[in-house]
């Protein structure tokens, strides 16, 4: 993995997945991914975290996803809410389309967001998410997902976006210029 000279990251993924073991692969890139998430952290919101934190997501991440891939014999199946659009609508040709949402934890003691950016193909170009303990009001987690989507273009390197949100108090505030109360 060291002694790689791909200067491309895609493709230097492509090689190291045909490379490595499915084990071995899913550790390197999830390892990557916290390791980035981290950097990201520290450069654009001045949270740092130890290397040590950044060990044990790894692990508990990697145990999760083997506890997806054993088969749970209890599992309800929920059917898909009724109304409103079932499928990803394109941008502009020209343009990338970062969809946002944010959500309060199950047990209300915070919230997350994320954003995930496709351009007018429907190609994903990356995604990012982030947990904000304490947080628990949905038009300010709304409000960061909007963030997220803004640190997302900057990481992706993209210049022409649109930001899409199903949160219409949010919308309206960007769209009016108001600032809003978040």
Same mark, same amino acid.
């Given at each position: ?27 390197? &890139? ?6 980035? /998430?981290? =950097? !990201? ?40 809410? =009724?109304?409103?659009? !079932? ?12 969809? &946002? ?16 950016? !496709?351009?007018?193909?429907?190609? /994903? ?6 947990? /904000? ?12 997902? %909007? =963030? ?18 199903? %949160? ?15």
């Amino acid at each position: 993995m060291a002694e790689n000279k791909e200067s491309s990251a895609k493709n230097w993924l492509f090689e190291l997945n045909e490379a490595l073991d499915h084990k071995s692969f899913t550790t390197m &890139v999830v390892t990557v991914w916290a390791i980035w /998430y981290a =950097r !990201r952290n520290a450069i654009h919101e001045g949270i740092f975290q130890s290397p040590m934190h950044t060990s044990s997501f790894v692990t508990s991440y990697i145990n999760e996803l083997q506890q997806l891939e054993k088969p749970d014999e209890h599992h309800i199946q929920v059917a898909a809410p =009724r109304g409103g659009p !079932r499928s990803w609508l394109a941008s502009p040709i020209g343009f990338a389309k970062i969809n &946002v949402d944010g959500a309060v934890g199950h047990h209300k003691r915070g919230g997350a967001v994320s954003a995930v950016c !496709r351009d007018h193909t429907g190609l /994903y170009l990356g995604s990012s998410a982030a947990v /904000y303990r304490g947080i628990t009001d949905p038009t300010t987690l709304e409000t960061f997902a %909007c =963030r997220e989507a803004l640190a997302l273009a900057e990481d992706l390197q993209v210049t022409n976006m649109m930001v899409a949100s199903d %949160c219409k108090g949010v919308v309206l505030d960007i769209n009016e210029e108001t600032g809003g109360p978040h």
